[in-house]
């Protein structure tokens, strides 16, 4: 029952992408789509990012060029006729589109779903720096937001989030937000590719997912240094280190579960931890996906 619903769920997935592919029109309206429902509802940015990637994965660059700026005049529209969400000035597919397809085409040349989480990771701590030298105070930057992000909620206040602390650790979170939103729209947009012109492929290469070696003393080596800045930008790069290797550490419990021709089943329990405790869920993967960067669990599982 279950892999008649899986190969039910592939075939709608496969016809979904086709249609996508069919042609630069077709492309245009779901992505522009997604884009505009994203207005309201969060995320379907990630299907709009999901449906762009697949285009610039197949075509390139230049035609996922052609289709966001399609695709913008759509969520354009949309966003003249509706009031966006409390504390959002601009459609956040906006911020999505761009560095997506720079990610896209990392993974297009080189086939390597690591270098593109490297850019992933790139792109997202270029956003913490360049929040820290714009607003020169994010927690101040982030508390103002908060005021008008709430001022719309009857009974919200922004104490909570002073008091808890959370509020010091804002820009951390949306940039692992916005870290977890390019990776996941570049994973989707690469398992509807699969699913079209490579059927399996997604699977094996997600498997292989691993960073350089060099990656970890350098990451750490960026952290420790942002220290002699701020406390808080400690902090913010933390968060984004933990974003990366997270996926690391899925991509070893995926491979560890296909090196030693397990059942599927073995790499669910990951998933329920994403939802029933997710801080804890998401700090374990990356400690994982941290120590094989010096053991490769993978590798040591192959060769038993």
Known sequence: MVRRVQRCERSTMREFAAFIMRS???????VGIFGFLSLKVLPFALLSAAALGLV????????????????????????SMMTLRPGLDFPVVFAIWLPLLVCTETLRRTESQGLAL???????????????????DVVAFWQSWLR???????????????????????????????????????????????LVY???????????????????????????ASGAVSL???????????????????????????????HWGWSAPPYVALIFAPQYAVVGLALVGAVDALIDFRARARKR
């Open 24 to 30: 630069r029109l077709h492309a245009i309206a779901i």
């Open 56 to 79: 610039a994965l197949r075509k390139g660059w230049p035609e996922g060029v052609a289709i966001a700026a399609g695709a913008a005049v759509v969520v354009s529209a949309g966003w």
């Open 118 to 136: 490297i850019m992933v990771g790139v792109t997202v701590g270029v956003f913490v720096l360049g929040m820290h030298w714009v607003t020169g």
């Open 148 to 194: 008008r992000a709430v001022a719309a909620v009857p009974g919200a206040t922004v104490q909570g989030f002073e008091r808890d602390g959370t509020l010091r650790l804002m820009n951390g979170l949306v940039a692992v937000l916005y870290g977890f939103a390019l990776m996941f729209g570049l994973l989707c947009a690469r398992w509807l590719q699969s």
């Open 198 to 224: 490579n059927p399996g492929g997604f699977g094996t290469e997600f498997q292989r997912l691993r960073l350089p070696r060099l990656a970890l003393p350098a990451i750490v080596g960026a952290i420790w």
């Open 232 to 262: 808080i930008l400690v902090a913010d790069l933390l968060m984004v280190a933990v974003m990366m290797y997270f996926f690391v550490g899925l991509a070893v419990v995926h491979g560890l579960v296909a090196a030693r021709g397990l």
